[in-house]
């Protein structure tokens, strides 16, 4: 695998105004573990199994400077003896003039939808590998598997191993095993994201490598790595977990923030750093959500909305507000600030998965010209766009309660209604798991 990925790069060089061109493996604008892996693992698959006259690339689906931000996945490749050097990034290569130049063969792995801004890209897709809900319009010319397991590393490991399971090594397999673990939660029935097919492919994994990491302290070493932001910057932590939506002139940005929203709300000139990471990036409009747990170990969400134009930040928040499905059940806070409306969200199983189709479906509606806006009376408010304002004074030794360490961001375990299990009986279970694994020697 690293002599795989170290040739990606001289490949993509040798290769840059000639043929035979490339087979692009393309994971999601997140470029979580999960997408991260998929790509690597799915594109050295076709390497060496597939005649498709063009070179499989792995291609991570956001600029090489973000990537330090993913900090599972750093951890990950140092623990599989990879380094992020040898990766190639989004801004390193043109898909569109290879297209253009009849020499793009693309595959999607962990999403199945190219957003607006790559949807010239579709004609060159010739294969989908996800476990999302299907959104794309199927062709003949595409190949589609799609199936909700727990991974996408789970479906990458099961054609592998239907396909080529000579080529499956150590490396390979610490990868996808890693991957698996954490997204289905070190595969705890409870946390309610493994499938039967998840764990058939796990303990294969372990049963043909018996070397890899005990499956315990992986998950935990895995668990710590993503949900560290200490010293992170604000536009750090707003681009860290974020995806985009765009409609009409409206582009939206929506972020998981992984602390409280009252420590968010306090970091020292919040609203101007928001005012500039939107200008920076074109943001009309930054929504941020997290999910942390109150003083009974009871699990509480928690959304703030930042536009410095008062027409969009008060239509966006009406459209969430009034949202039926689901219904959010927003109850406003308290917010230190003119240009972010905050809220306590009573809908614990609205997760960021179910909140970004009510955002994709307002976008519509306002380039239908759906959208009305207004304030206790009626009347629409003018849109405004101003400059960046100094933020409001705040007590900075304001107590603050602490993030628990948890997978429940993207809506798991609540989606599938086990609110009652707390972050600690969690992290306690896991870590008994991991001493298990380690006096036993196994997995």
């Known amino acids: 695998m690293d002599m795989f ?14 043929s035979p061109g490339f087979h692009v493996v393309l994971g999601n604008e997140a ?10 693992v799915y594109a050295y698959f076709l390497s060496v199994t597939a005649d498709l006259g063009k070179i499989p690339l792995p291609v991570m689906n956001i600029p090489r400077q973000e990537f330090s931000l993913r900090t599972d996945n750093v951890f990950l490749l140092r623990e599989s003896g990879l380094s992020p050097d040898d990766l190639v990034f989004r801004d390193e290569v043109d898909l569109m003039g290879l297209q253009r130049a009849g020499r793009l063969v693309l595959t999607l792995v962990d999403f199945n939808m190219l957003p607006r801004s790559d949807r010239d890209l579709e004609e060159s897709v010739v294969e989908v590998i996800d476990h999302h809900r299907l959104e794309m319009k199927t062709s003949p010319s595409c190949v589609v598997t799609v199936e909700t397991v727990g991974s996408c590393a789970t479906l990458v490991t099961e054609r592998i191993v239907q396909k080529a399971p000579e080529i499956l090594h150590l490396q390979m397999a610490q990868l996808l095993y890693g991957t698996i673990v954490l997204d289905c939660v070190n595969m705890a029935p409870e946390a309610g994201k493994v499938t039967p097919k998840d764990s058939k492919y796990t303990a294969l994994l372990e049963t043909r490598f018996p070397n890899l990491p005990p499956r315990g302290a992986l998950f935990l070493s895995l668990q710590r790595a993503k949900f560290d932001v200490s010293g992170l910057t604000t536009e750090q932590m707003l681009l860290k977990d974020m995806k985009v939506a765009s409609g009409g002139d409206l582009k ?3 972020s998981v923030i992984y602390m409280t929203l009252e420590a968010f709300l306090q970091r020292q000139n919040l609203q101007r750093e928001l005012c500039e990471f939107s200008h920076k990036n074109r943001y009309d409009i930054v929504v941020a959500m997290t999910i942390c747990y109150n003083h009974f170990n009871e699990p509480f969400r928690q959304l703030a909305v930042y536009s410095s134009s008062t027409l969009y930040r008060e239509q966006i928040s009406q459209a969430l507000e009034q949202a039926r499905n689901p219904s959010l059940s927003l109850n406003p806070m308290s917010s230190p600030y003119t240009d972010i409306k905050a809220y306590l969200q009573g809908n614990m199983l609205a997760s960021r998965k179910k909140v970004f189709p009510i955002i994709k479906d307002f976008l519509v509606d306002r380039e239908r010209g759906l959208v009305h806006c207004g304030d206790s009376e009626g009347s629409c408010e003018v849109a405004e766009q101003r400059a960046c304002a100094e933020d409001t004074g705040m007590d900075d030794n304001a107590h603050l309660p602490l993030t628990p360490m948890n997978s429940l961001v993207e809506g798991c375990p609540l989606d599938n209604r086990m609110s009652g299990i707390s972050a600690e009986a969690l992290t306690k279970k896991f870590s008994e798991m ?7 020697g196994g997995h």
């Open 252 to 254: 939206l940005a929506v």
């Open 5 to 18: 990925l170290k040739n990606c790069h001289d490949v993509l060089q040798r290769n840059a105004g000639g």
């Open 31 to 40: 470029c979580d573990l999960d997408s991260m892996v998929s790509a690597m």
């Open 434 to 440: 991991a001493r298990e694994d380690e006096n036993a």
